[in-house]
């Protein structure tokens, strides 16, 4: 079988997953919405679907880690996963563009304007009488009360250090896995693991002290707008990424993955470098500018 | 050995593991848990056609209430959802789908490739978009009906909309999470699929802009959805993005869509230049002219996309440099446009032409969509841009690029490619009957509408002024006809599929040339199960 799979094309059979996944999607979402506008079902109805999604989740990458293992899949099939890897983190750092643009935007040109540079004179002199633009601001209009921010040099270079060290070990992992040494791969990357819910804990009672005591909430004007949904959606992606970790974490004590074929660690791998390369951004641009 | 030989010895082959070769017989299997890029591609193509009547209908009842001046039909508001909703479904449910399913059909037949590289998720990509649609049109029926505040769901108005608002946003994320799956899959197959001796520079045109929009897409996708998460937030979740207030800026809105919103017209109208480059040269007989030019113009169009946005809002008072620099870098897209259309006219150039119905509607792209390029150019002067802004000129530039550009060249492509998916030649006569009406009616249809806007007649508005009202008739008479010729070419469809005698070669053109012509009409189930070496120029259309 393995000397077949390399010299013809591969193309799966039929799968039940997709469909199953659209049904999963369309309960969250359109659940959502409803929960949104009121409706008391609803809330019950989004667990629903994004428990169809998870099962999903569990039926489609089951199926292919099985194919895997059995040897189905060749060169090029592993090539289509690290292309289609790839172009998925690509579509992701465009996410996370739009909200690093946006606060740029603003800080560079919105809330001078509202201060009455350049072309914002009028604004000001009309609307905003007084305004004196600085950052961190709330806007003209002391949107969502006083509030403090989080000084840089405490948790967050805190969580900054755990996450470099996260990717320092998830690299000796790797190197581990490549030189078949299974004991260290499955220690350094449960280092990783670990650190990364350390990472997600902190972050936890940062949101948590900045409601409680700073005062800084989502709705804190456009400096909390900012930071809540730069710093939310890349806590939402390391979780993400701490799941996948504890997957192939337990996929490794199981004895998968081999020295020469591992795309799904790879991929992995590539999905934590990439969140911490985000966090990076966040350090400077959030919390240290 | 034929196709269908060679197909049957792989079965074989592959016997002991359930790789599901053969052609499913359950409905269900056939079309539910499919993983076969040509019955997706069907879907596509199927669903498209379905949206393209949904928002003809909804364009039908803007074009009879402005038959007349005055309110006849419809309340302002249900005016204003048609005019949001047509424009939803006919963007993200008719042309962008249609173009993935002329993918799907197409990019694994033309560089010798047994399906797409990710097969499983391309039936999901698929099988997202008719819960979205679904989810979409039925805000029509909720108490606060559609949203009505444009496709481009400016703030603050579109923040006013009721209970709708969250279903479209997030029927708006399902449509973004689905192009970005079908986008992946096309750029892995094309990448990683192609037969040996199929260089990039040898691919076929259609492949190429394919590739360049499929990385549009992974690229602007996020943006708008990322711009819709904002405005969601900012409606239920106390977020100022959009709020002066709070220190945040509506415009911003308006950058942030552009950013998507420009790249995304060429989205809509890359895969139509490649269609184009594809039957111009079969229908001359001739080779494309100038192919290497083609592709690198084809990616200059798609790196100026990115920087040109803020054209869309020159009166929103930005600084004087921005409108400048915007000016300038639109304007630059004329270049490699020109080159485009240059190349075309050139492979026609002492052709022996012959006119078929796709190269009558492929003729009828580069003529009509010129006129929508010029049109452009005019939009993109800013000083003038003041006068036409939000007027009918700018509802009849994009129609124009639109409807005889995007359109015209998926009505071509389905000719072109019918009788190879069907196995089944088109009635000839009526593909004629079908064109010169088309290209009639588009035209009473959408010139006077630049009149209409040069007179000063604003857009998206259930009523207008008397002097505006012999115009409006004449484009509506032009919009009716136009709408039920469309229903001639559904009944062509289906007799090409259903009920057509007349068989089609493997060849199906005299003058075809690539890969897809080498097989069987139509096509085995997996197109090729060996790789077919290209080893000459001849099934390629560069030389």
Request: overall charge negative; hydrophobic content about 55%.
């Amino acid at each position: 079988m393995a000397q077949h799979a390399e010299d013809s094309y591969y193309v799966p059979h039929g799968s039940k997953w997709p469909i199953v996944g659209s049904l999963g999607m369309i309960t969250m979402l359109a659940s959502a919405a409803s929960w949104m506008n009121g409706s008391p079902v609803a809330q019950w109805t989004f667990w629903l679907g994004m428990a169809i999604l998870i099962f999903m989740m569990f039926g489609w990458f089951g199926t292919v880690i099985r194919e895997s293992e059995a040897g189905m899949y060749n060169a090029q099939v592993d090539n289509s996963f690290r292309l289609g890897m790839t172009w998925f983190i690509f579509s992701e750092v465009m996410f996370f563009a739009v909200f690093f643009g946006t606060l740029f935007y603003v800080r560079a040109l919105v809330v001078p304007w509202l201060g009455g540079e350049g072309s914002g004179a009028a604004t000001n002199e009309t609307l905003w009488q007084g305004y004196v633009p600085t950052w961190p601001t709330n806007g003209p209009g002391n949107i969502g009360g006083e509030f403090k921010t989080i000084p840089a040099f405490g948790i967050p270079f805190l969580n900054t250090l755990i996450l470099l060290s996260s990717g320092l070990t998830i690299t000796l992992a790797h190197h581990a896995l490549k030189k078949e040494n299974r004991n260290l791969l499955v220690l350094w990357l449960a280092a990783t693991v670990l650190l990364g819910f350390i990472f997600l804990g902190f972050q936890v009672f940062e949101y948590y002290e900045a409601y409680t005591e700073l005062g800084l909430t989502l709705g804190s004007g456009i400096y909390g707008a900012t930071f809540f949904m730069l710093t939310g959606f890349h806590g939402m992606h390391v979780t993400l990424g701490a799941i996948m970790l504890t997957v192939i974490l337990f996929r490794c004590i199981k004895g998968h993955f081999k020295p020469n074929h591992h795309f799904a660690f790879e991929a992995v791998a590539w999905y934590w470098h990439f969140v911490d390369v985000v966090w990076l951004g966040l350090f400077i641009f959030v919390y240290a500018l | 050995m034929t196709t269908e030989a060679i197909h049957e010895d792989l079965n074989e082959a592959h016997d002991d593991h359930d790789h599901g070769d053969h052609k499913p017989t359950g409905f269900l299997d056939r079309w539910l848990f499919t993983t076969n890029h040509k019955d997706i591609g069907t879907l596509y193509l199927v669903f498209s056609l379905t949206m393209f009547m949904i928002g003809g209908a909804m364009a039908m009842i803007i074009r009879a209430e402005l038959f007349m001046p005055g309110l006849q039909l419809v309340e302002p508001d249900f005016f204003n959802q048609m005019t949001t909703m047509h424009a939803l479904i006919m963007v993200f449910g008719a042309v962008m789908p249609a173009w993935v399913g002329f993918a799907n059909w197409l990019v694994p037949m033309m560089i010798g490739a047994p399906d797409m590289a990710l097969p499983r998720m391309n039936n999901w990509s698929f099988w997202i978009l008719p819960f979205a649609f679904t989810m979409l049109l039925s805000t029509l029926f909720m108490d606060s009906g559609g949203p009505a505040a444009g496709w481009t769901l400016y703030p603050p108005l579109v923040l006013q909309t009721g209970s709708s608002f969250a279903f479209v946003v997030f029927a708006v994320h399902m449509m973004g999470v689905s192009s970005i799956m079908g986008s992946i899959n096309i750029i892995a197959t094309i990448f990683n699929m192609r037969a040996p001796g199929m260089r990039l520079l040898r691919m076929p045109m259609f492949v190429w802009t394919w590739l360049i929009t499929a990385f549009l897409l992974i690229a602007v996708m996020p943006v708008l959805a990322g711009a819709v998460t904002m405005l969601l937030t900012d409606h239920f979740f106390s977020t100022n993005f959009f709020n002066a207030a709070g220190g945040g800026d509506p415009v911003m809105f308006q950058h942030i869509f552009w950013f998507f919103g420009h790249p995304e017209v060429y989205i809509m109208i890359l895969p139509a230049f490649g269609v184009v480059s594809e039957i111009l040269p079969t229908f001359s007989r001739k080779p494309l002219f100038g192919y290497g030019s083609m592709v690198y113009a084809t990616a200059t169009i798609a790196f100026l996309s990115f920087i040109v946005w803020a054209h869309h809002m020159f009166t929103v008072g930005m600084p004087l440099q921005a409108e400048l620099f915007f000016m300038y870098a639109t304007m630059l897209i004329s270049v490699p446009t020109g080159v485009k259309v240059f190349n075309w006219v050139a492979t026609m150039w002492q052709g022996s032409m012959t006119f078929e119905t796709p190269m009558l509607f492929a003729i009828g792209f580069v003529v009509l969509f010129t006129i929508g390029g010029l049109s452009g150019l005019m939009l993109a002067i800013t000083a003038a841009d003041f006068q036409y802004h939000d007027t009918y000129f700018v509802v009849a530039h994009f129609h124009y690029v639109l409807v005889p550009g995007a359109v015209f060249a998926l009505m071509a492509a389905t000719y072109y490619w019918l009788p190879k998916f069907t196995g089944n030649m088109y009635s000839e006569k009526w593909g004629k009957i079908h064109f010169w009406s088309s290209a009639i009616f588009v035209n009473v249809l959408f010139f006077p509408q630049h009149y209409l806007g040069l007179a000063g007649m604003p857009r998206r508005i259930p009523d207008y002024s008397p002097q505006f009202a012999d115009f409006n008739m004449i484009s509506s008479i032009g919009g009716f006809a136009f709408g039920a010729t469309q229903l001639i070419f559904v009944g062509i469809v289906w007799h090409c599929a259903f009920r057509s005698k007349v068989r089609a070669t493997p060849e199906v053109w005299e003058g075809s040339r690539g890969l897809e012509w080498t097989l069987d009409s139509p096509p085995a189930y997996h197109s090729f199960n060996t790789p077919p070496e290209v080893t000459c120029n001849a099934l390629s259309r560069a030389d």
